[in-house]
């Protein structure tokens, strides 16, 4: 059987000739497929006497196993080839420098009420939240301030359509709605700051119609007004970062608190500089005072059992104070270039000593 060790040998030739994946799958289409030689040669078979046809068609039998196999131990020897050639080609060089990454920035009201936790958590303050829209009472009747308080024009209050069943809707004009939730839900004792969004209808380098506030309440059987300047106290000169910065309580009205005081710290306006801590001028930074005993009633904690005291911060105020940022509105322009500059980094952690480690 000469032709068929011919049709062995050179189909043998080209798959050893072959030199690419898809150069030896050319082979075997050409050899073994549908209309390949070999193929060809068995499909030949019907026209030979039965006995040729049987060692004939062994014969043929034997040379595609051989010619099976061979295929198959080149395309492994080339794709292991290919392989490494790849690897070669596509290394990694460990010594490029890194692609410099865009980084975002940590919003100043972000890290200002991440400071304020902090500080208030060293202290066992835990956070409370509540709802942005709240019904009437909660955001001014609860809170000691009736339908006709002269209170209720100064807090220029956005009113929602619809009433709830507490009175009109409104978006929360201060936290001190979350004072109410707290002493509704919680009994006493009562450690909480609430920080969150608040809304008024006003609008200047000093004002803006959504602003944040955080608020303070303490409720026990023997808490009083020492204990309240003691924790504004500590606050302060851990915010601010000065140990020694002197307070001034100064005696105020609120509604929901008696006696009310408003806190001043200590600071220079000398040579046009502005500088918090030591000098002879006071700033205002905050509202406080020992709970009403109105509210502790309308919140069915009974004032002979139990007094507290409460206080309220706004977050841009001391903010714009600690990290120099003259103008309120720019904190909501979204503007990158400022938040860039005024913008923290993520490892910029808060903590009690200074407020803020660099
Ligand atoms: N809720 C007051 C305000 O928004 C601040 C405050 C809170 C004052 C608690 C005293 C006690 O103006």
């Known amino acids: 059987m000469g032709s068929n060790d011919n049709l062995k040998s050179s189909l043998m030739a080209m798959v050893e000739s072959a030199t690419t994946l898809s150069a030896i799958e050319e082979v075997r289409v050409h050899a073994l497929g549908k209309k390949g030689a070999l193929t060809d040669a068995m499909k030949g078979l019907s026209a030979l006497s039965p006995d040729e046809?049987?060692?004939?068609?062994?014969?043929?039998?034997?040379?595609?196993d051989a010619l099976t196999a061979a295929i198959e131990a080149k395309k492994q020897t080339l794709s292991m080839?290919?392989?490494?050639?790849?690897l070669m080609e596509e290394k990694v060089d460990v010594t490029l420098p890194t692609r410099p990454e865009q980084q975002g920035r940590i919003h100043p009201i972000s890290q200002t009420i991440d400071e304020v936790i902090a500080i208030f958590g060293e202290m066992g303050f835990s956070v409370a939240e509540g709802p942005e829209i709240e019904d009437d009472w909660y955001n001014f009747t609860a809170l000691n301030i009736p339908e006709d308080h002269p209170a209720r024009q100064e807090h220029d209050t956005f009113y929602l359509p619809g009433v709830g069943e507490k009175g009109r809707k409104v978006l929360r004009t201060h936290t001190s709605t979350v004072q109410v939730h707290t002493m509704l839900n919680e009994k006493p004792p009562i450690r909480i700051i609430a920080p969150g969004r608040?809304?008024?209808?006003?609008?200047?380098?000093?004002?803006?119609?959504?602003?944040?506030?955080?608020?303070?309440?303490?409720?026990?059987?023997?808490?009083?007004?020492?204990?309240?300047?003691?924790?504004?106290?500590?606050?302060?000169?851990?915010?601010?970062?000065?140990?020694?910065?002197?307070?001034?309580?100064?005696?105020?009205?609120?509604?929901?608190?008696?006696?009310?005081?408003?806190?001043?710290?200590?600071?220079?306006?000398?040579?046009?500089?502005?500088?918090?801590?030591?000098?002879?001028?006071?700033?205002?930074?905050?509202?406080?005072?020992?709970?009403?005993?109105?509210?502790?009633?309308?919140?069915?904690?009974?004032?002979?059992?139990y007094q507290?005291?409460?206080?309220?911060?706004?977050?841009?105020?001391?903010?714009?104070?600690?990290?120099?940022?003259p103008d309120l509105r720019t904190f909501y322009e979204s503007d990158l270039r400022w938040l860039r500059h005024y913008g923290f980094s993520a490892l910029d952690v808060p903590s009690m000593t200074g407020g803020l480690s660099r």
Request: proline fraction near 4%; charge should be negative.
């Open 81 to 86: 080839a290919e392989m490494s050639a790849r």
């Open 198 to 305: 608040t809304y008024r209808c006003d609008y200047d380098a000093t004002h803006s119609p959504m602003f944040h506030q955080v608020e303070g309440l303490v409720i026990d059987k023997a808490v009083n007004m020492t204990h309240l300047r003691g924790v504004l106290t500590d606050f302060c000169r851990a915010y601010f970062g000065v140990d020694d910065l002197p307070l001034q309580f100064r005696p105020s009205y609120f509604p929901f608190t008696e006696p009310s005081a408003e806190v001043d710290i200590g600071c220079t306006r000398a040579g046009g500089e502005f500088k918090i801590g030591h000098g002879d001028d006071w700033l205002e930074i905050l509202g406080c005072g020992m709970v009403n005993e109105k509210v502790l009633e309308n919140c069915n904690i009974d004032p002979n059992e």
């Open 308 to 325: 507290g005291f409460a206080f309220g911060i706004g977050i841009e105020r001391i903010a714009m104070l600690k990290y120099g940022i």
């Open 53 to 64: 046809r049987k060692s004939a068609g062994q014969e043929l039998n034997k040379i595609k």
